[in-house]
T-cell receptor, first 116, second 113 residues
């Protein structure tokens, strides 16, 4: 399978714990995006990378959220000191840098976070 | 602020019937508009893309329209099937800058047998 891969698919954690999600994009895609989606809402943009450079992070929801893409391949999204309001689906998407103007994103299956 | 608004929020139809979903946007300048289909618990998948100069585009039973002057788009689904039950999300990409797509809230469609 050469699509976008995310894991874990589901994560249940207690309030105050840290969680980390991983995303493996389509191999030839150098753009990688993180979105958050809550029930009944569309995906909300969080951050994106072009290769290993994080070019936009002002939309991360708080300083408890951080993302990395150390080698320009897979990416991780970490949430520290989780709160119940962090419960959501976290979606990763990738695209080829030379096709960003088409707006076509290839999404993974998402990582669903439940904070108790 | 660039926004994408969709209506209705939800829709229930009988199998075999047609339906039309609406999208209004304020994203400017505009590069393209896509409709995505998102099955429950899955990531969104692109159905159609429309650029500024295009008015209508079909993909099987899906037909998208675009009026760039009024900044409106619609997605028409013909002869609905049970597998069409999903959320349909309108996504607009600005031209220039970082080309970060803006997503609407989606229309939840339920097709009943």
């Amino acid at each position: 399978d050469t699509g976008v891969s995310q894991n874990p698919r589901h994560k249940i954690t207690k309030r105050g714990q840290n969680v980390t999600f991983r995303c493996d994009p389509i191999s030839e895609h150098n753009r990688l995006y993180w979105y958050r989606q809550t029930l009944g809402q569309g995906p909300e943009f969080l951050t994106y990378f072009q290769n290993e450079a994080q070019l936009e992070k002002s939309r991360l929801l708080s300083d408890r959220f951080s993302a990395e893409r150390p080698k320009g391949s897979f990416s991780t999204l970490e949430i520290q000191r989780t709160e119940q309001g962090d419960s959501a689906m976290y979606l990763c998407a990738s695209s080829a840098a030379d096709r960003v103007n088409t707006g076509e994103l290839f999404f993974g299956e998402g990582s669903r976070l439940t904070v108790l | 602020k660039n926004q994408v608004e969709q209506s209705p929020q939800s829709l229930i139809i009988l199998e075999g019937k047609n339906c039309t979903l609406q999208c209004n946007y304020t994203v400017s300048p505009f590069s393209n508009l896509r409709w995505y289909k998102q099955d429950t618990g899955r990531g969104p998948v692109s159905l159609t893309i429309m650029t500024f100069s295009e008015n209508t585009k079909s993909n099987g039973r899906y037909t998208a329209t675009l009026d760039a002057d009024t900044k409106q788009s619609s997605l028409h689904i013909t002869a609905s099937q049970l597998s069409d039950s999903a959320s349909y999300i309108c996504v607009v990409t600005p031209s220039g800058g970082s080309y970060i797509p803006t997503f609407g809230r989606g229309t939840s469609l339920i097709v009943h047998p």
